[in-house]
């Protein structure tokens, strides 16, 4: 096991990272660097030791190399909007982000220069990508790579459904058969093919790497998926957090043995947990299967040793509220 452990924490008004140098019993959290806007979605480098990158809605992107101490603002970057990122899980310079209107972008020297994928928005199927609201167009919201293959690339779009590279990024196909209002990609290292993903309507699980969908919202309470993850070493262990509408009413935490077939309701997520209290975001400790980590509405982190069966509240007290990104960076003896 790991003795230090960090911990990225997006919110809605700053990042930060929380550290542990003893593997978990004991945690400091260190400086909040301040953020026009909300953190969106959260990479840790898995090859740069502490390298991580903060994709910050109308913030653009930020990027830190001595674990989440200071954040520099990526000028270069080429939009106004930064919905999703992605480290690449072998080069350390190399990372993605996801843009509004829905486009990707590439950077191979650590964000001081980008490139467009261009073959991202020549899909047929992006005439028909959209978003509810007038003033905002369709958005990149979460952006995967395939644990054996980081020339496969996964992209959700809010709202405009999934769509997949096997080439990294050159040319993308549209994959049907689920709901298109998508919220959270996820995989596991465990059974790459298994593909995962939240949508407006429920969760959806591929086994075929995103070829066909079934899905898995039989005993959901809920139906609006905002989060979900499988374990790194099990991908029928998966995590779940559904709320009946996008203003995350009556919010739920569940937990499946079974990739899904079966949910189990997590009671509460911490010590005097809120029932609105909504978990947003959750990652699993890539230096330890066991331990996963959320973070949730009212700012409160919890940490399970267990895989996600019991939950305790992290001791630190964040000086905003509402987690809405997490990222767990690789741990270190």
């Known amino acids: ?37 909300a953190a969106a979605r959260l990479a840790a480098s898995p090859v740069g030791t502490g390298r991580a990158y903060l994709a910050a809605y109308e913030a653009g992107v930020y990027r830190t190399d001595d674990g989440g101490r200071t954040w520099t603002h990526l000028d270069s970057y080429p ?12 080069e350390g310079d190399t990372l993605y982000v996801g843009s509004e209107p829905a486009t990707v ?22 005439v028909d990508w959209s978003f509810h609201s007038p003033t905002r167009d369709s958005h990149v919201r979460d952006l995967r790579v395939a644990p054996n293959d980081p020339s496969r690339l996964y992209a959700g779009i809010e709202v405009g459904g999934m769509v997949r590279s096997g080439d990294g990024g050159r040319n993308w196909k549209q994959l049907p058969g689920l709901n298109d209002d998508i919220h959270c990609v996820a995989l596991s290292d ?28 039989s005993g959901l309470e809920r139906r609006y998926t905002l989060h979900i993850s499988p374990a790194p070493d099990d991908a029928s262990l998966v995590l779940v957090t559904v709320s009946e509408n996008a203003r995350r009413l009556n919010p739920l935490f569940y937990r499946s043995t ?20 909504m978990v947003v975001a959750f990652e699993w400790d890539p230096s330890e299967p066991n331990r996963v980590y959320a973070g949730a509405d009212g700012g409160r982190l919890y940490q399970s040793a267990d895989r996600g069966k019991s939950w305790e509240e992290l001791p630190v007290r964040l000086s905003s509220v509402a987690v809405g990104a997490l990222a767990v960076g690789p741990g270190q003896d």
């Open 1 to 37: 096991m790991s003795k230090l452990k960090t911990v990225y924490v997006g919110m809605h008004d700053g990042v930060c990272a929380v550290t542990s140098q003893d593997g978990g019993s004991s945690w400091q959290q260190g400086p909040v660097t301040a953020l026009p806007h």
């Open 79 to 90: 939009s106004p909007y930064a919905h999703s990122v992605l480290a690449h899980p072998a």
């Open 105 to 126: 972008y590439v950077s191979r020297d650590g964000g001081e220069t980008w490139s467009e994928l261009e073959g991202f928005t020549q899909v047929p199927e992006s």
């Open 258 to 277: 079974d990739g899904g077939d079966n949910w189990q309701l997590v009671d509460q997520v911490g010590q005097g947990t809120e029932p609105e209290d």
């Open 190 to 217: 465990d059974r790459p093919q298994s593909v995962y993903v939240a949508t407006a309507r429920a969760p959806y699980r591929s086994e075929d790497g995103g070829d066909s969908w079934e899905l898995i919202n």
